[in-house]
Nanobody, 116 residues
């Protein structure tokens, strides 16, 4: 398993922006695709948000964040980022980074709350 830690979550107004970070101390970080997934309040299931390949490509996004969210990575610093813009109330969730789409290896998460 690759240890992962998310940060950057906050309370933000609708239309606002946030940048989430995912950091690791794993030694083979640059071999992994990284998945951003989220869990909305009161919902048990995890929802896939975005994926970034080991060298920064390919990047794929769920339809509901296309054009609003952008993911990037800095392998030298062992970090992945999720830039979120035009946030909506329905983006409120606990956000995780993971090494698989099912979230089996993920960090503790960072809370994003979009509310006026």
């Amino acid at each position: 398993e690759v240890p992962l830690v998310e940060s950057g979550g906050d309370l933000v107004q609708p239309g606002g922006s946030l940048r989430l970070s995912c950091a690791t101390s794993g030694s083979h970080w640059n071999y992994f695709h990284i998945f951003w997934i989220r869990q909305a309040p009161g919902k048990g299931r995890l929802e896939w948000v975005a994926t970034i390949g080991p060298d920064g490509n390919p990047k794929r996004y769920a339809d509901f964040v296309k054009g609003r969210f952008t993911t990037s990575r800095d392998n030298a610093k062992k970090m992945v980022f999720l830039q979120m813009t035009a946030l909506k109330s329905e983006d409120t969730a606990l956000y995780y980074c993971a090494t698989s789409a099912d979230g089996q290896n993920r960090g503790p998460g960072t809370q994003v709350t979009v509310s006026s």
